[in-house]
């Protein structure tokens, strides 16, 4: 699910969570979250999306308003 995949770059950008721990958070394979991580990236970044140091996500509304 792509809602999946974005929570957990999120995650690993703002956090620097692991693969290992976003796989086992998410329940997959870490070589399935590196894959959804490395396709998510770029995305963001073409959109111009950054998250600051400074910013929290805690709910997926949360992460809709920062990158609306």
Known sequence: M???RLLATLVHLRHGA????????????RS???R??????PLLA????TVGSDV??????EV???LA
């Open 2 to 4: 792509f809602v999946d």
């Open 18 to 29: 692991t693969h290992d721990v976003l796989a086992c958070w998410f329940g997959v394979d």
């Open 32 to 34: 399935t979250m590196t």
């Open 36 to 41: 959804a991580v490395n396709e998510v990236r």
């Open 46 to 49: 073409e959109r111009g999306c």
């Open 56 to 61: 929290l996500l805690r709910t997926l509304a």
């Open 64 to 66: 809709s308003s920062i």
